[in-house]
């Protein structure tokens, strides 16, 4: 057994060059476990950040094949502040770190300074490393199909969700049994910055539920989900052009990339307007904890003319599942989708095209959104190009929302009608002049002016947009 002391010290100068230090360490052929044990000065855990002074430091490992940015092909798994030790070998590894072969070589473990203390952190990483003739057994990552044709209709599920792999208390068997239990057909599981998850999610797949292998990534300007994906995914990033590298990577894996919770305490978002996310998530759990920012943020975007699929998550940090569903449960906000079958790339295809719409939990309300002008259709997500002066016609159905209120809002003004029964049909007559979109609310009667105060905004559903185009 070998005991390696990996010892020093950052402060706020270190910080403003690389928030990611690497604290390289020499791994001996013939290796088979890894071990790792940290402290540092005035440790304080995530929660505390902006709150307390003291250190809050993350730890991850990269093994012998590299540690480079964006393609980290040695990428072993990472905690965040979660967990103070954990070990790696052949066959098995601490959730969150992936097991396999100890290579031999130069490894890393990598410290995110999340935040210092003023006088700065000092850090102690012991790594122990040993010898043993321990059998190199394969690891099952399950053969069941991945999902199952089931044809066109709209499919329920929650796009962010965390088990014991990141800062989730339960294992992924939990959160699985409590979407089973909301009747949802798709979760993606998006743990922070890891992708040890991965080989678990084919066995826990089932024809009538699909787990979407995603990945949060999370730094500490800003959190984004990422799906589908197979591999890491780049999350050491401290400058709007290191993010936007990130997204275009993104973009050439052909997955989509989505900012999530930009509100207050989200945390929110602090990159810059470099790049256009594929998605954003307006309602991250329950809608009382200030989605009506994160909803603002969307629409601005909706203003400057982009087009930004809105999503839900539930951000379930998963604990024991005892067969009662909790407030803050997988499925609430639930995003349903519009997909030709349940597998990862219909439901990724139908998130592209913006097929969809979000309700408070999976039993709705149901909130559908069509327009039809001069013999063009349109559903959420397509555009139609008009001349300026066409007549549009708006037409939305809510399942499920008696006695709360129907808003369509676009660039250039709202309607609004109560919705007296659950199976509501609302039309309306617009002129198209200039080019804008239309898209519907669901929310409660407001008990005070939306536009003197937009956090009385109480929603119960939200749609996609349809957007206009207008021609001369
Ligand atoms: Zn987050
Ligand atoms: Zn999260």
Redesign the pocket.
């Known amino acids: 057994m070998t005991e390696i002391v990996l010892e020093g010290h950052f402060d706020a100068t270190d910080r403003a060059v690389d928030e990611f230090p690497l604290l390289p360490f020499e791994v001996p052929p013939g290796t088979t476990r890894l071990h790792v044990r940290y402290q540092v000065s005035r440790q304080l855990s995530g929660d505390k950040v902006g709150w307390q002074e003291g250190n809050i430091v993350d730890v991850g490992l990269f093994d012998s094949r590299g540690a480079e940015f964006l393609t980290a092909r040695g990428f072993r798994g990472w905690s965040g502040t979660a967990r103070q030790e954990f070990t790696i070998a052949a066959d098995e590894a601490t959730p969150g770190y992936l097991p396999g072969p100890i290579q031999p070589g130069t490894w890393h473990v990598v410290l995110g300074l999340y935040q210092l203390a003023p006088e700065g952190c000092d850090y102690r990483v012991v790594v122990t490393l040993e010898e043993q003739d321990a059998g190199c057994k394969m690891q099952d990552a399950g053969s069941k199909e991945r999902g199952a044709k089931d044809g066109p209709r709209w499919y329920r599920g929650d796009l962010?969700a965390h088990t014991w792999h990141s800062d989730g208390s339960a294992p992924l068997g939990d959160l699985v049994a409590a979407a089973r239990a909301q009747g949802l057909d798709f979760v993606a599981v998006t743990e922070?910055n890891t992708i040890s998850h991965l080989p678990l999610l084919p066995a826990h797949t089932t024809p009538d539920l699909l787990l979407i292998p995603g990945v949060?990534i999370?730094t500490y300007h800003g959190?984004a989900n990422v799906w589908p994906i197979d591999d890491f995914v780049e999350f050491r990033c401290w400058s709007d052009e290191q993010m936007a590298r990130v997204r275009e990577a993104v973009r050439a894996r052909e997955a989509l990339f989505s900012i999530?919770?930009p509100k207050d305490g989200?945390?929110p978002w602090e990159f810059g307007d470099l790049f256009e996310p594929d998605c954003i998530e307006v309602w991250?759990s329950p809608w009382i904890v200030s989605n009506y920012q994160a909803l603002a943020v969307w629409d601005a975007q909706l203003r400057r003319g982009r087009r930004i699929t809105a999503v839900g998550g539930s951000?379930k940090h998963q604990g024991p599942f005892t067969g009662t569903l909790g407030w803050y449960e997988v499925g609430n906000p639930c995003t349903w989708v519009y997909a030709d079958a349940l597998s990862v790339e219909t439901i990724i295809a139908g998130l592209r095209a913006g097929r969809v719409f979000i309700s408070e939990g999976p039993a709705g309300p149901r909130l559908e959104l069509a327009a039809e002008a001069e013999g063009q259709r349109a559903t959420m997500g397509d555009e139609l190009c008009l001349p300026s002066g066409a007549h549009l016609r708006l037409r939305c159905r809510v399942q499920g929302g008696a006695g709360n209120l129907l808003r369509l809002v676009s660039a250039q003004g709202i309607r609004e009608a109560p919705i007296p029964d659950d199976d509501f049909i609302h039309e309306c007559w617009v002129v198209v002049s200039g080019d804008t979109y239309w898209r519907a609310e669901v929310i409660e009667p407001p008990e005070a002016p939306l536009d003197e105060e937009p956090a009385a905004l109480m929603a119960k559903a939200l749609s996609n947009p349809i957007y206009v185009k207008a021609t001369p």
């Open positions: 962010h922070h949060e999370t959190h999530n919770h989200g945390p991250c951000d």
